[in-house]
């Protein structure tokens, strides 16, 4: 049995996941979560929650990634609607400290957080801040303690997962790592990005041993669950994203060699609907057809306007739409290319994430977080200019249907660009590029986030940019949006405003 695609189906989802208007890390609806979840059927039901809860934020993170990447623009520069401004302003990097998007993807965030948290505290799983580490309090539950230690590592990656987005996206953020009240968050500030890491690396350190590190298995009753290869290939992208290369290498080594994940023979089935959780996903924010409230949005989001339902059932919402410069760049010759992205009349538009559906909002595809293609490549990157790490990037061509780019990669700039494109063009449109293009910033030294944002403004201002409503924003202003403080996004004013009690500091440039 496959345990989102069905369980979820009898769970449902709004019961987890409800969304107010303020965080409220411990609502009254949940006053008795702590005595409720007294076993493991119990426990359970609330970590199937945990993973519903996933879907939420996805929604809204390809508009906060994506779209403030060179990979993505909005359709229509000519829009004056409300929606389609909103979304240019973050692909312009102009977003207000109100901006709806940017404040509903930190409150599903944090409410799912709240979730995992009431799992942690009822499991007697304690976050020691000054030490950065993990402890079990004495077991009272009846439940062994491998249970124990199955729920909690589950729970544990998940709000890993979580804060390693946030950190990312705001920089500093609030670390609520117990169930607390609303008045009680009223006195929670903003933590230091080290601290932050400091939690994100103590959950996965601790999940990575609490759960299965058995071989990857396509008849696994445990598929869509975390395990300990998607704790480690995720701590090792923390890692990498610290520029802690070495600690990188071990745990993206450990899962190269012993995990059973590979990569796929063909692009295409990675992304299939009839093969899903296969031996490239270490991990995937899952979706359920069929009308329970679980299906995917993404379809009708990225399918063109006005098609009708020649792309798909219900039309299409023509958000998220490829650059013109990715079009060139992304040679017709490369497999994944056909796979990625497809033409419309005159316009390319996301194929990756369109497949049949018959309600419209309602598509069964999941959304890749983790694959064994991002492994390989950031092995690479955390080993550097090495003829190992050119050997894993034509593993990665080799499947595209390129040819072997050894001779050409003469030097550590030529090498960093090959790299940093092969990162592109296989993990197109999967919320990967922009948090690259952070990373790069610290881990090459020849690319940087600014160049290429810079770069792509200017690429795409004629055909593009320097068609939008007056007033049309100059290339030099759009180039000058892109700053290390525009780089992340404001803390929510609403987060800033109704706190009576602590003065919240809004990021640099808000």
Avoid at 128 to 150: F, H, M
Avoid at 318 to 346: C, Q
Wanted: contains cysteine; glycine residues 6%.
């Amino acid at each position: 049995m496959k345990f989102l695609k069905y369980i979820l189906c009898v769970i449902g989802f709004g019961s987890f996941t409800s969304c107010n208007d303020v965080i409220d890390l411990l609502p009254q609806s949940n006053g008795n979560a702590t005595t409720y979840y007294s076993n493991l059927e119990e426990l359970n039901v609330a970590l199937v929650g945990c993973y519903s809860g996933l879907q939420r934020p996805m929604y809204f993170e390809w508009q906060l990634t994506e779209l403030r990447s060179d990979n993505t623009k909005m359709g229509s520069p000519g829009s004056q609607s409300a929606p389609n401004r909103d979304l240019s302003d973050l692909d312009m990097f102009i977003p207000a400290t109100i901006h709806q998007s940017v404040y509903t993807y930190w409150l599903n965030t944090y409410n799912n957080i709240r979730n995992t948290n009431i799992i942690l505290d009822r499991l007697g799983v304690n976050y020691d801040a000054s030490a950065g580490s993990i402890s079990l309090a004495t077991n009272t539950l009846p439940i062994t303690e491998a249970e124990r230690k199955q729920v909690a590592g589950e729970a544990l990656f998940i709000r890993a997962y979580h804060y390693f987005n946030l950190v990312r996206l705001y920089g500093g953020v609030f670390l609520v790592h117990k169930p607390i009240t609303a008045e009680e968050a009223k006195t929670v500030n903003r933590s230091s990005v080290d601290d932050i890491y400091k939690l994100i690396e103590s959950d996965l350190k601790t999940a990575s041993t609490f759960l299965s590190s058995a071989k990857f298995s396509a008849s696994s009753p445990s598929l869509g669950r975390a395990n300990a290869w998607s704790a480690k290939g995720l701590l090792g992208k923390v890692y990498l994203t610290r520029n802690k290369k070495a600690e990188a290498i071990t745990q993206l080594q450990d899962v190269i060699s012993n995990s059973g994940y590979n990569l796929l023979p063909n692009y295409a089935d990675v992304f299939s609907i009839n093969n899903e959780m296969n031996a490239e996903i270490l991990f995937a924010v899952r979706y359920k057809a069929g009308g329970f409230g679980l299906g995917a949005t993404f379809g009708n989001d990225f399918a063109p306007v006005s098609s009708g339902t020649a792309i798909i059932n219900g039309d299409g919402d023509g958000n998220n739409y490829p650059t013109f410069e990715l079009d060139s760049a992304h040679i017709a010759a490369d497999k994944r290319k056909a796979v990625n992205m497809a033409l419309w009349t005159t316009k390319y538009y996301v194929k990756k994430f369109v497949h049949p559906i018959v309600l419209t909002d309602d598509g069964e595809g999941d959304w890749p977080v983790l694959r064994f293609a991002d492994i390989l490549l950031m092995m690479a990157e955390a080993k550097g200019f090495t003829p190992e790490s050119v050997t894993l990037i034509n593993r990665i061509r080799t499947r595209a249907g390129l040819p072997d780019i050894s001779a050409k990669l003469t030097s550590v700039a030529l090498f960093e660009q090959a790299l940093a494109d092969e990162r592109r063009f296989e993990l197109l449109f999967e919320n990967q590029r922009f948090f690259d293009l952070m990373r790069f910033n610290t881990t090459m030294s020849t690319i940087t986030a600014e160049k290429i944002m810079k770069d792509h403004f200017a690429k795409e201002y004629v055909k593009h940019y320097g068609k939008y409503p007056a007033p049309v924003p100059t290339l030099a202003q759009l180039q000058t949006n892109v700053n290390a403080n525009k780089l992340l996004l404001p803390i929510p004013q609403r987060e800033i405003d109704t706190n009576t009690g602590l003065k919240i500091a809004q990021n640099p440039g808000y």
